[in-house]
């Protein structure tokens, strides 16, 4: 039990720094100081640093950190979740923390496969458990293609706007293209209700 929640402090102390400062500071030696553990103990369980961003990575998707899904209520509206999916998102998401941490990630996806199978399962898991959300408000069976496009597109939209917010200092809320897009997948979905 103590090897594990070593292990773990490790983990959730890695995050803290990726989102503290991004890999400019993600170093052996910070983390051991932060963590306020010995760099034997650090490679102990891990054998290299690269190790413990990619375990960090993995412990994130297992708690569905990185594209969250939300609970629905009976009474909401397909147009309702839509919109505080996103009002959630860009709340959550479009943070600097946040961005840290993903760009990271995306620049390590860029170079190792072992980061680019991870990013890929998450991906998927996310297609298929928003893909769940969305047939849940309709009584018609959605086609698996037109569900794959419509996740697309709305995964889409939220990376660009993180991004977009990332490099920008305005503080727009997006909500016109939030209201647009939301109103054309509805009105895409009329025929399955």
């Known amino acids: 039990m103590r090897k594990q929640s070593t292990r773990l402090k490790i983990i959730t102390t890695a995050l803290q720094l990726l989102e503290e400062g991004g890999y400019e500071t993600f ?3 910070n983390l051991i100081e932060k963590a306020e553990i010995s760099k034997g103990t650090l490679y102990h369980h891990f054998s290299s640093l690269d190790e413990v961003t990619l375990e960090t990575l993995k ?3 297992s708690k569905k950190k990185i ?3 939300l609970q629905i209520p009976e009474s909401l509206s397909f147009s309702d979740f839509l919109e505080n999916y996103f009002e959630y998102y ?4 479009a943070n600097n923390k946040f961005l840290t941490v993903l760009f990271y990630y995306r620049q390590r996806c860029l170079a190792d496969k072992n980061y680019r199978q991870i990013k890929n399962s998450i991906i998927s898991e996310f297609y298929q458990d928003f893909a769940d959300q969305i047939q849940f408000f309709y009584p018609k069976q959605i086609p698996e293609e037109k569900l794959t496009k419509i996740v697309s597109l709305i995964l889409f939209t939220l990376e660009s706007v993180c991004f977009y917010s990332s490099l920008s200092d305005s503080k ?3 909500r016109p293209e939030r ?3 939301l109103k054309m997948i509805v009105s895409d979905l009329e025929n399955y209700s």
């Open 90 to 93: 860009l709340e959550e998401r």
């Open 67 to 69: 594209l969250p899904l």
């Open 59 to 61: 412990w994130l998707k």
């Open 179 to 181: 209201d647009f897009l």
């Open 27 to 29: 170093t052996a030696q």
């Open 172 to 174: 727009r809320n997006f």
